[in-house]
């Protein structure tokens, strides 16, 4: 079975600090990942996928950047966070046209 | 442009009651459209999906409707139950990767 961790589970962290969160997806071999944010109370909106290693497409940068270093994993990042950066950043997987979510991470910004 | 509605923004039953939420797109191009419940803190779960080819699919107590020619679909839910309450949001795309999720309809089931 197919398992997809994310980490941190939660972050606090001051305007202008970089970030890095990151997922791992176990149990399939070259899957397409995502990132997705969402504002609390919000919708999900779509940042980055990769269909393979060392490929990122952007959908909407948020001024954020996203890399695959392996097949697996799944990396977001920012050197400068800003307040709109706070919220549920969701990794996920898909097989077949279904996604399948991570836990997420939560993300606040002070 | 808001490409994806869906109704009511809220909701609440009574404990065997049963539910309807609906979803409305603009682009003619999707054909698969799936539903996810989201519980809060948690990541969205699938929860059903169905193919532009099919009008309904049912899975226990959920069954979706679609209805191409209005570019609607619906989410039934019978005998409600108080784990049902979530936020429900749908996601039609062109199973090609690129999502467009919803604004959701948050579900309270009241015991």
């Known amino acids: 079975a197919q398992t997809i961790h994310q980490w941190p589970v939660a972050e606090i962290k001051a305007v202008g600090s970089p970030l890095s969160l990151g997922c791992t997806i176990k149990?399939?071999?070259?899957?397409?990942l995502y990132w997705y944010w969402q504002a609390t109370g919000g919708t999900l909106q779509q940042l980055f996928y990769?269909?393979?290693?060392?490929?990122v497409e952007s959908v909407v940068q948020l001024n954020l950047s996203a890399s695959r270093p392996k097949d697996d994993q799944f990396i977001l990042s920012t050197e400068k966070l800003l307040l709109s950066h706070s919220g549920f950043y969701l990794c996920a997987w898909s097989g077949t046209g279904e996604q399948y979510f991570g836990p997420g991470t939560r993300l606040t910004v002070l | 442009q808001q490409q994806v509605r869906q109704s009511p923004q809220s909701l609440t039953v009574w404990e065997g009651g049963t539910t309807v939420l609906t979803c409305s797109y603009e682009d003619s191009t999707f054909n698969y459209f799936p539903w996810y419940q989201q519980f809060p803190g948690e990541g969205p779960a699938l929860l059903i999906s169905i193919l532009s080819v099919s009008d309904k699919k049912e899975d226990g107590r959920f069954t979706t409707f679609f209805n191409k020619r209005e570019k609607k679909l619906s989410l039934h839910i019978i005998d409600s139950q108080p784990g049902d309450s979530a936020t429900y949001f749908c996601?039609?795309?062109?199973?090609?990767?690129?999502?467009?999720f919803g604004d959701g309809t948050v579900l309270t089931v009241k015991p």
């Open positions: 990769s269909i393979t290693v060392g490929q």
């Open positions: 149990g399939k071999s070259s899957p397409n």
């Open positions: 996601a039609p795309n062109t199973n090609t990767g690129k999502l467009t």
